[in-house]
Each structure stands twice: as C-alpha cells, then as structure tokens.
C-alpha cells in the first residue's frame, strides 16, 4: 500500500534561515505525482511546489526547491530565506492520477523572529 | 483507531442531478472538512464543519453544501451537478479546528 511519511510534525526556524522538511513514501508505482501543499489556518490548501516521477530534475518554486531521490523514496522540501509568512502545516502528498492522493501527517513549521 | 472513512468511494451521475457524500471522521475528532481536487484546479477547500456548525467556507456557489451530525459524521451534497464537478471529493477530520488534519480515501465523482 502507498504511504507517506512525514517524521517531523513541528519544526522551528529563525526569520531569514533556512529549513528543510522531509518526506518519504512507499509505492510500488515508477510513474506518479508528488506535492507540497501549504496549508494556513483557514484551511486552505496551498499547492508549493510540485513533481514528477518520471523528470529527474528537482523541482523549484522562487525561495522552494524539493530534494526527490527516487531511489531513496525521499521528496524534501527546503524553504531558503524564510519568512513569517511561511508559517503554516506542510503536508506532503503523493498521487497517481486523478482517483487517489495520500497525504503525510503534515509538518508545523513555526518561523521565529 | 480506525481512519477517516468516506463513502461511496465512487460515484457516477448525470448533469442536473444531485449527490450526497458522507465523510465519518476518527473517532474523537470534532472538525471535519472537505476538499475538492481536480486536474486543472489542484486542491481547493470547500468548507470545515466543527461541532455542528460551519466555521470555513471557500470560493464555491450555493449549490456545494455540507452538514456535520451530533456524532461528527458529515455529509457535502451537490446539487444540479455539472460536468466541471467531476472530481476527486476528499474529506479530513481533526481534533480541533487549528490541529493537524488527517485525510479520508476521497470519492471519486463522476458526471457524464
């Protein structure tokens, strides 16, 4: 069955540092989607940054790059230059198509002035 | 403890028609909120329920509408589907409204 694993769930980083948040998953499949999502406390579901199995190439948005060793099942997330604004819950989500997404348990990420 | 089940897991409708889906949150959890997820739209929120009230509403007309029961089982209706509706539904529960979410399976909407 596909999993993914968050093993932080809070973590910590002073205003301009920067912070990496991991995520490991299991799945048999070679071809599937994986996600950062932000999520603030409205509820709202921000999509960071996203990945393809099949590109090798890391993934960047702006101040996020994803760290994806398929190998390893390993898609982390660093966030350069943090800002209060970042604070929110990340969850780590792995999908193969449109009928399924499994998310982590999330991480809390706390920005420190 | 059991997950966060939803049901039906998969559902196929006609435009005009209306849907209910149900979402039974982990045992304890007060908060239950929905998610729809499409190819073009990524995940968007709908609304959160907590303690039987609607606490969070995102950017969907009227015709998306929830409930959450005494037990905090909740049910989304849709009513007139549309083509556009076909998505995959999910639902999450948590404690409390500012704790950690955790995710239902989804169901799978169809609208021919």
């Known amino acids: 069955a596909q999993t993914v694993t968050q093993s932080q769930p809070e973590m910590s980083v002073q205003e301009a540092e920067t912070v990496t948040l991991s995520c490991t998953y299991d799945?048999?499949?070679?071809?599937?989607?994986l996600f950062w999502y932000k999520q603030p406390p409205s509820r709202q579901m921000i999509l960071v940054i996203r990945?393809?199995?099949?590109?090798?190439q890391n993934a960047t948005e702006n101040r996020f790059s994803v760290n994806f060793q398929k190998a390893a099942k390993s898609f982390s997330l660093k966030i350069s230059d943090s800002q209060l604004g970042d604070a929110a819950m990340y969850f780590c989500?792995?999908?193969?198509?449109?009928?399924?997404?499994?998310f982590g348990k999330g991480t809390r990420l706390h920005i420190l002035p | 403890k059991a997950g966060v089940t939803q049901t039906p897991r998969y559902l196929i409708k006609t435009r005009g028609q209306q849907v209910t889906l149900s979402c039974s949150p982990i045992?304890?959890?007060?908060?239950v909120s929905w998610y729809q997820q499409t190819p073009g739209q990524g995940l968007q929120f709908l609304f959160e329920?907590?303690?039987?009230?609607?606490?969070n509403k995102g950017n969907f007309p009227g015709r998306f509408s929830g409930r959450q029961f005494s037990n905090s089982r909740s049910e989304m209706n849709v009513s007139t589907l549309e083509l556009g509706d076909s998505a995959l539904y999910l639902c999450?529960?948590?404690?409390?409204?500012?704790?950690?979410?955790?995710f239902g399976p989804g169901t799978r909407l169809l609208v021919l």
């Open positions: 999450a529960s948590s404690p409390g409204v500012w704790e950690t979410q955790y």
């Open positions: 799945t048999s499949e070679s071809d599937y989607y």
């Open positions: 990945q393809e199995a099949y590109k090798q």
């Open positions: 989500a792995y999908s193969i198509g449109d009928d399924k997404i499994i």
């Open positions: 045992s304890g959890h007060r908060s």
């Open positions: 329920y907590f303690s039987e009230t609607q606490r």
